[in-house]
């Protein structure tokens, strides 16, 4: 035994033969009825409620029928079908077979009768096998009337799915788009901190030797309106050109720029080289941000056939949250400039935190690091 | 693909499902069949009601439910659940296990003997931090189990933490036989630069028994067959790798490390031969598509699909247990270097074995992208592992930056 364990040991590690169990539903919505369709490995069958009649090692046509009611009243006790919250009658239809990678299946048909038309969502709740094997996933594709198909895998921890029933409209994918492209803006911090490093300056004037509060709030608009813009045409054109994969650049190099840019942007605050043009900075780092944008949009996966739409939804997410941080930044900063708080504590140690926040993570990121 | 269909159904699903790869899987556009007569066999199970080892195994399953509460049950049958799979390459008994393991928290209160199984699935599963924890809870309780200590010394090492190894192996020394405390540091010592001594060590302490039982005389001779090819005596490796055959157990390891031997050495031929009855285990049948594509061979497109199709169903999953031989699939099979070095560095994150190395140095280069194989390379500067094919890539890459 002893021997044994050892052995197992070292060989376990790199074998992967099989496929571990899974059932496949294609779910197929059209007006009032739902049809589905159940693929149930023959091996899992055998093991759940025994298909091998003669024990001869070889589950046969004739035996996986005679086992058919059996079949059906145990797959269908396991899983609930719903249309808005209420549930489908369901009724198994046929019985065939089919062959997937790792062996026969059992296919039910199944007619699912909901009284409701299923307009808002349909529901999945499964459990089958979660009992005898917790590895077990049902996999379920999601096909509408129209065409469109939807994937999701069930499991012990996750036994639910729901699915949109009516087509997703453009809209709604432009929709999702645009709210990824808001809550990417507040998440990236990074983002936030740069735009800010360029805004704290923007309701002051430089002299030359220090700061000093700006007077018309017309001139700090446009000072911000200038910055704004320009951050927002660059790191669109790099996004559109990063989407559409016409350039790439690898993520470590755009990451660690970005934090450069963040740096650099701040030590500006405490050291002036640039100031009335502020903007060309915003710009030129406007381009490095654009990539960092773009493999967000890459995670997400853009979907084809509204590529541009979900581009123009994304981007224009980016710009409603920049906008939301400046129209909070501006009036308040605006009020405070004249005051010991906004110059000392807000823009000078703002610029100092930034700044060491910003070193951090270029030395984290350049070189692979984790410093905090 | 089984063909457990009459001969012409077979075959049609066989080309259906070839051709329709991973939408195939899901789509309801798939074909299913109404089988014309009763006596057709659709599925032939891995063992008959009759046979021994399945009437032992309703024993075990009836003991268990009848007392779910007996540690004693529980550990059998699990135990003989995790062995199914071993043998049989089947992760579905891996699942059984689960299932009756699932009453035991994972916590120090649960016996040591449940510990270590559910520290073995979590490990299956490529779970490696929590198989950590299950066997250093069982090890808690239980000092001397030798079984914990080996699993955390293999696990260790597929992590490249070679000090971690070597101290789980001089703990395992002080509760197990001479041959496999030799087993466990030469192991390490043959990934650090040192296989000629490990080579030599490990072939004495072998010579000096004579009671080893053939399975783990099958290991230690494929590991001496690696040790020799890593230090450049191809001659002495296939010696050894042939006395392991010769033992005449089926090893899905010692046939996958010998075809990977055979590919290298150009004698793809062998290799096609030696596979021929293995494609159902996807290891191996990457090997074999391998040697069928090198000898030009008609059977290498249909393999490449079919391994394909098994890559595409894991990923419906959502699981990332085949990375390394995705990548290789992607890198050899089909061209495709940059995405093989996406999954070769993926797969590198967690595991860190030669093979795992050796793949992201090749998907790299291919892929002409010498910075993403850094860690590998580092990892070969820091160990002075030896190996030609490795050493070769690498002074390639070196040479692009």
Redesign the interface.
Known sequence: M?????????????????????S?L?L?VDGAAARL?W?IA???L??AIGL?AD????????E??AKRRELEAYALSRLTISSGEKPCVLSAT?L?????????YA?LRIAADCSARPAGSIGIGYRLFF???????G???F?RAGGSAQ?G?LSPEKPQLAFRAGEVSALDQFLDYLKEGIKHIWDGIDHVLFLLSLLLPAVLLFSGKEWQAARGFRDVFWDVFKVVTSFTVAHSITLSLAALSVISL?S?LVESAIALSVLLAALNNLWPVVFARRWAVAFGFGLVHGFGFASVLQDLGLPQGALLLALVGFNLGVEAGQLAIVSGFLPAAYALRGTWLYRRLLFTGGSVAIALVAAIWLVERAFDLKLL | MQQCFSPGVGLLFKGFVAAAGVVGALSVAAAPQLPKDDSIVLERLPSKAADPAAAELKRLRAAASAAPESVDAAARLARRYFELAMAEGDPRYVGYAEAVLRRWPETASTPAELLVLQGLLRQYRHDFDRGLVDFDLALSSDPANTEALAWRAAILMVRADYAGARRECERLAEHSTALHATACAAYIEATTGQARRAHERLAAALAARSDVPPEFQVWVLTRLAEMAWRYGDPATADRHFRAALALGLDDNFLLAAYADFLLEQKRAGEVAALLKRWVRSDTLLLRLALAERALGLPEAAGHTRTLGERFAEASLRGERLHLQEEARYLLDLKGDAPAALAAAAENYQTQREPRDALVLLEAALAAREPAAAAPALKWLDETGFEGTRIREVAGKLKGMK
């Open positions: 002893k021997f044994i364990a050892f052995l197992l040991v070292f060989l376990a590690l790199p074998v992967h033969a099989h496929k571990p169990s899974d496949f294609a197929h369709q693929d023959l091996r899992d055998e093991f091998d024990g001869n090692g070889e589950i046969t046509w004739g996986l029928k046929d065939l077979v089919d062959e997937h990678s790792d062996g026969a296919v009992d005898l094997d917790p590895t077990h996933r996999l379920v594709r096909e994937t895998v690898p470590r």
